[in-house]
């Protein structure tokens, strides 16, 4: 196990204060969100979230157009088009999550890759009461994430050297040297061939996840989903049924 990377949930969590903060994720990863969406997606009443998106357009993490959908404002730094891919993606997958987590009992994930790192866009919890709760809004190390994993090994040579191999990469952290990173293409190539990566408690403990990349019509690779369980009952994953039930959801064409 290389790391927990997971932040724990605090004991005394400040609910408007993880409302906000919510907000702030759903907008810099999507780029998009209307008031009724907010709402919805945070569980609280459609006054409250006004207040929240309000408060972030005051702040100037937020701007509201004339459709009175909010889009994230100066304070996030933001890639346009980016986000309204993920938005695409997220509105695409979000009813194949919802089902292929009613299929499995366990919380499904649908994730991006941004540089080093995976976002979670969205989950969908399982009925398992001892299951994995929700990572929506999580930025964890793509290396270590099965649907990171995935995705990464759908990268050229090229990008791959330049996000863990470069001067940039020093920076960050995220530097392999030769020896791990010869570890690491080899993983990837594994992964490319198999199509899909499993990931036991390599970002959080007790956690163990089955990714697979989201394709297009053309084979594109444009998202991940991966079925999260506890660590105790991993084999599940190894069914062949949890790896078709996968597949199908990963499918866009179908």
């Known amino acids: 196990m290389e790391r927990r990377v997971v932040a724990e949930k605090p004991t005394h969590l400040l609910a408007s204060v993880d409302s906000a903060l919510r907000l702030l ?5 999507t780029g998009a969100l209307r008031i009724t969406d907010a709402a919805r997606e945070l569980g609280i009443s459609v006054s409250t979230a006004h207040r929240l998106l309000s408060m972030l357009v005051y702040r100037g993490f937020a701007v509201r157009d004339e459709s009175r959908v909010y889009h994230p404002g100066p304070g996030i730094v933001a890639n346009a088009r980016a986000q309204s891919e993920h938005r695409g993606v ?6 194949r999550l919802a089902e292929l987590s009613e299929v499995t009992g366990q919380t499904c994930n649908l994730m991006v890759r941004v540089g080093t790192t995976t976002r979670f866009l969205d989950s969908h919890e399982g009925a398992d009461r001892l299951g994995i709760g929700s990572r929506a809004g999580e930025i964890l ?33 995220d530097y392999l040297d030769d020896a791990a ?11 490319r061939r198999t199509g899909w990566a499993l990931n036991r408690e390599r970002t959080e403990r007790g956690v163990a996840a089955l990714g697979m990349a989201v ?3 053309d084979g594109a ?6 079925i999260s369980v506890p660590a105790r009952h991993a084999t599940m994953l190894d069914a062949p ?7 199908r ?4 064409s179908v």
């Open 215 to 217: 394709r297009e019509t």
């Open 181 to 191: 990173f010869v570890r690491f293409r080899r993983r990837l190539e594994s992964i």
């Open 141 to 173: 190390p793509a290396s270590l994430t099965s649907g990171g994993q995935v995705l990464l090994a759908e990268a050229e040579p090229a990008v791959l050297e330049s996000l863990y191999r470069s001067n940039s990469a020093r920076t960050s952290g």
């Open 90 to 95: 997220l509105l695409r997958m979000r009813p």
């Open 25 to 29: 994720q759903i907008l810099r990863d």
């Open 221 to 226: 690779a444009v998202a991940a989903v991966s």
């Open 241 to 247: 049924e949890i790896h078709a039930a996968l597949g």
């Open 249 to 252: 959801a990963c499918r866009l």
